[in-house]
């Protein structure tokens, strides 16, 4: 069977970075202790979500595929009843389920702001906001990383000239695992008339909060929050996303979300899974045992140069080039540790890592094994 090929520019592309040893490739080979995964209640590996679908009846009821977007037949009562209870979790009027995180962050940022509005986002912010706000009409600045004087000077040198300014930020950071300073920047939107901040909570709900409701209900601010995104693929174990916020906000992704509008409703099987993932938020001990490995790992690298300080579930040694990040990933590979490499151009040169992902299901001489290694390396 004949196959067109790629033009040759795309092909030089694909060329440079094999050279480069870049080239992404999917890799099936995992090892068995886990410093890699988003699963950090254990949710997906421990099984507890399928036990938890299993004593669902309603689950064999549902059909297999929504049979088209929400406007057109893949709405439901099902999915209807899993966004009230998510508002009501949440502590926001509303809720409106995306197909993922991804869906989520490029459907709200690519049509909230408008042509005569400001989006100031952090450097670091995830590719999914940036690929939205770049969607956008707005006009957008980047301003360095959690640094509040940085987002100030934009500010005060911008709001003259736009109707409204949204400032985009991540409460945990997916590659440093530190958090953003959210009480300046709720702050910071109260002394600036027009101004709305917009949380991505990906990696925070399941991890901060009570019931692992995030670091917005951790910090009191849910409700001075414009929108805040949860995502279930990491945490939750399962799929999907969720934009919560005031019902007029919902009405308007609605409405306007290209995202939502044009994408095939996730099918029942999924929503049902989102519903028991807060289930087992609330009736689990699991952020209780991820929170203790989180302190004890920390307590285990605290002296360790290079690597980022976090209180989440993300830790990153920062090594400084992609050659000794993939060395580094082999050795952990051969004492059957996953822990991935993060290499530019994925983040920025110079900065380049080892990333360790802590669950709640890591046992201390799991922990004690990788910390071995880490000191002969």
């Known amino acids: 069977m004949s196959t067109l090929q790629l033009p040759d520019h795309l092909l030089k592309s694909l060329m440079e970075r094999e050279q480069k040893g870049l ?7 995992t090892p068995a ?27 064999e009821a549902v059909p297999y595929g929504s049979t088209g977007s929400r406007l057109i037949s893949g709405n439901s009562e099902l999915i ?7 508002a009501l979790f949440h502590h926001a009027p509303s809720a409106l389920i995306f197909n993922s995180g991804y869906d989520a962050n490029v459907g709200l940022f690519s049509c909230i ?36 004087g940085s987002l100030q000077e934009l500010i005060a040198r911008h709001k003259s000239s736009y109707e409204n300014i949204y400032i985009a930020v991540e409460s945990v950071y997916s590659m440093d695992g530190d958090t953003a300073p959210l009480l300046e ?13 917009m949380v991505d909570e990906a ?3 399941g991890v901060f909060g009570k019931q692992g409701r995030g670091l917005c209900s951790a910090l009191n601010i849910e409700n001075k929050c414009f929108a805040r995104v949860y995502t279930y693929g990491k945490a939750m174990g399962c799929h999907g996303a969720t934009v919560v916020g005031s019902e007029a906000l919902r009405n308007y992704l609605i409405n306007f979300s290209r995202a939502f509008i044009y994408s095939t409703a996730l099918p029942g099987h999924s929503i049902e899974a989102i519903t028991a993932a807060y289930r087992l938020l609330i009736e689990t001990n699991q952020q209780e045992k991820l929170q203790q490995n989180i302190a004890y790992f920390y307590s285990r690298t605290s002296g360790l140069k290079n690597m980022i300080k976090s209180q989440s579930s993300i830790h990153s040694l920062i090594v400084g080039n992609n050659i000794r990040a993939q060395e580094l990933e082999i050795i952990f590979a051969k004492n059957h ?37 880490l000191n002969v390396i």
């Open 23 to 29: 080239l992404r490739k999917l890799n099936k080979n």
């Open 33 to 59: 202790i886990d410093f890699c995964s988003n699963d950090y209640l254990g949710f997906s590996k421990l099984g507890l979500l399928t036990k938890t679908l299993r004593t669902t009846e309603s689950v």
């Open 80 to 86: 209807e009843s899993a966004e009230k209870h998510i």
């Open 113 to 148: 702001p408008q042509k005569k509005d400001l989006v100031l986002f952090d450097e670091l912010i995830h590719a999914s906001i940036y690929d939205g706000i770049r969607l956008s009409h707005a006009t957008h600045y980047k301003f360095k990383h959690n640094n509040i």
């Open 185 to 197: 920047m709720v702050d910071i939107c109260k002394m600036n008339a027009r101004t709305y901040l």
């Open 203 to 205: 990696h925070a709900v």
């Open 337 to 373: 540790i996953c822990a991935r490499a993060i290499k530019s151009p994925t983040i920025k040169e110079g900065t380049e890592r080892i990333r360790f992902c802590l669950h709640a299901y890591n046992t201390k001489e799991e922990i004690d094994q990788l910390m071995v290694l």
